[in-house]
């Protein structure tokens, strides 16, 4: 089963390209390899849960998160992202994010935040309302230098309506 997005979620969805980020390559690309650097690719397990604050969430095992992400001083580049989960599958394309000043802009818009370690946007569907939610902590969530993982990567993807969450995706992705 693919995932169906509703209306203008859908087109939302393949116009900007949010969720599994690959951040292209730009010429001021940061080199350092710590654990704020987004760059290169990702992959690995995690967990699909629909409406998990449900009585009787359904949960999935996803055998696969991809990203491939690169990173600019002032620019972040989703190229394309997938994630397996049993029969829950989606593929993402190419999204451009704008830096500055510690938030993340798409086409003019302020949609969330960036400290180098943590990433965190959310994108509503202006026509149907559907809320995108992304956050992505190098390093594993909470870290900070003195407990910082390496070549980690947390990813946590929420979609949202009416104030529920309809769709989570969460996992521990490696640098490959």
Not at 37 to 46: A, I, K, L, M, V
Not at 142 to 167: C, F, I
Not at 169 to 175: D, F, I, P, Q, T
Request: include cysteine; proline fraction near 6%; hydrophobic fraction near 40%.
């Amino acid at each position: 089963m693919r995932i169906r997005i509703p209306g203008g979620a859908q087109a939302l969805l393949q116009s900007i390209a949010v969720v599994p980020l690959l951040l292209s390559v730009l010429p001021e690309r940061v080199a350092s390899a710590s654990a704020g650097d987004f760059e290169g690719r990702w992959s690995g397990p995690g967990v699909a849960e629909m409406n998990p604050g449900s009585p009787r969430p359904k949960k999935r095992l996803c055998s696969r998160i991809g990203l491939d992400l690169g990173q600019a001083a002032d620019r972040l580049e989703l190229r394309a992202g997938f994630y397996e989960c049993e029969d829950l599958k989606a593929e993402y394309g190419t999204a451009g994010f704008q830096l500055r000043d510690g938030r993340v802009w798409l086409d003019g818009k302020d949609v969330g935040s960036f400290d180098g370690r943590v990433l965190d946007l959310t994108v509503t569907d202006p026509v149907d309302g559907v809320d995108f939610h992304l956050r992505l902590a190098a390093g594993g969530e909470g870290a900070s230098p003195a407990t910082d993982r390496p070549g980690r990567l947390d990813y946590l993807e929420e979609w949202t309506e009416n104030g529920r969450v309809r769709l989570r995706v969460s996992g521990g992705l490696r640098r490959l």
